[in-house]
Structures are given as C-alpha cells and as structure tokens.
C-alpha cells in the first residue's frame, strides 16, 4: 500500500465550520439607556386640568421644537400660528376646551 492512501482524501470544496463566529468585544455596541417614563405627578395633573387654552413658545432650534411638538400634539395640543426666524421659531398653540366629564 503507498503511503499516500493512509491520508484522508481531500476534495476541492472548501472546509464548512461548524463553530459561528465570535463577535470581537471591541466592536460591540454599548448597550443603549433607556430612562423609564415617568408617570405625571399629582401637580401635573391638576396643571393640566387649570392650564390655559392658548400657549405661545419661543424654540431656538428645531430639534427643541420638533420634540414638544411630538410631546404637545399628543397631549391634544394643535399650532394657531408659527413664524420662522433666523433665530429662532414662534408658535402660538391653542387646545380646544373640553366639556366637564369628557376625555
């Protein structure tokens, strides 16, 4: 018997690994914080109840105003009015009264 046949027989395809990579710890993202919603305090509440129907707000730069937008919609707020300004941007907001015992 030659020597060569007490070898394995290689073929021409390549090795499949059985193990999955490992991802080097260097490269992980850091995890991401997120803070728990905090829930409205009892002063907040009764702001809300007592608060006025008209606001009007003074935003330096769109990612302020963009992010009480989002905040002030949901809380049933609509825009009257808005000016842009090189400086800043002037919206005046407005929510309409809702009846005793309503939503």
């Not at 290689?10 to 728990?36: F, G, M, N, Q, W």
């Not at 409205?40 to 992010?67: C, D, F, H, M, T």
């Amino acid at each position: 018997m030659p020597a060569s046949s007490s070898q394995p027989p290689t073929s021409d395809r390549p090795r499949i690994l059985t193990k999955p990579y490992a991802i080097d710890d260097r490269v992980k993202r850091a995890p991401i914080h997120i803070e728990p919603k905090r829930r409205p305090s009892l002063w907040a509440k009764i702001g809300g109840a007592l608060s006025p129907s008209e606001l009007l707000r003074e935003y330096a730069n769109v990612r302020k105003y963009q992010e009480d937008v989002d905040r002030l919609v949901r809380a049933g707020w609509n825009i009257e009015q808005q000016v842009d300004r090189p400086e800043k941007i002037v919206v005046r907001w407005f929510r309409e009264p809702t009846a005793a015992g309503s939503p």
